[in-house]
């Protein structure tokens, strides 16, 4: 007898058990997936940040950025590609090639997009806002030019950012 209502407590039971072990399963799988993808973002960022930081070509760039008088040497380079691309010097065409390095980058910076929003304040605390809104200063009308005709898809990202480099949107563009 006793072994009969065991059996049957079981059958009763079975389904439910089944069910709360398939509810754990899913949600260890779901954690597990959250935090790969959690490790992918901070690899892929850390990485472009090493690379951003640490490459030569991109410290050229970055001066040419963040001071308006070195921004004079390659403002005369853009406008003179805006108008007369075949009588660029080597030495302008390099610097042209510097800058595409450092425009990549940021466009491959700008595809990591953060998801959360400590992801977001590290992206924010750390550069890549600042860097984009100085692609956008008003009297940088040439890097403009070349950013829409050359780099489309960035620069809707970079339309992302104001002029005081803060965020509206990491989630727009291309």
């Not at 389904?15 to 072990?21: G, H, M, T």
């Not at 075949?86 to 302008?92: A, F, R």
Request: hydrophobic share 45%.
């Amino acid at each position: 007898m006793l072994d009969e209502s065991l059996v049957k407590l079981l059958a009763a039971v079975a389904p439910a058990l089944v069910a709360l072990a398939g509810v754990f399963v899913a949600r260890a799988g779901f954690m597990l997936a959250r935090s790969q993808r959690d490790d992918q973002w901070v690899r892929a960022f850390a990485e472009l940040h090493k690379e951003f930081w640490n490459e030569h070509p991109y410290g050229i760039v970055r001066g040419w950025l963040a001071c308006d008088t070195n921004y004079e040497q390659l403002r005369s380079i853009l406008e003179k590609r805006r108008h007369r691309s075949s009588d660029l010097t080597p030495d302008e065409y390099m610097s042209l090639e510097k800058l595409d390095k450092f425009l990549n980058l940021l466009s491959r910076a700008a595809h990591v997009t953060p998801s959360f929003p400590a992801e977001k304040n590290l992206w924010n605390d750390l550069f890549f806002h600042y860097w984009f809104a100085e692609c956008r200063k008003p009297s940088r009308s040439e890097l403009q030019w070349y950013l829409d005709r050359f780099y489309q898809g960035l620069q809707h990202r970079v339309a992302a950012f104001s002029a005081d480099g803060r965020t509206t949107s990491l989630s727009t563009g291309a």
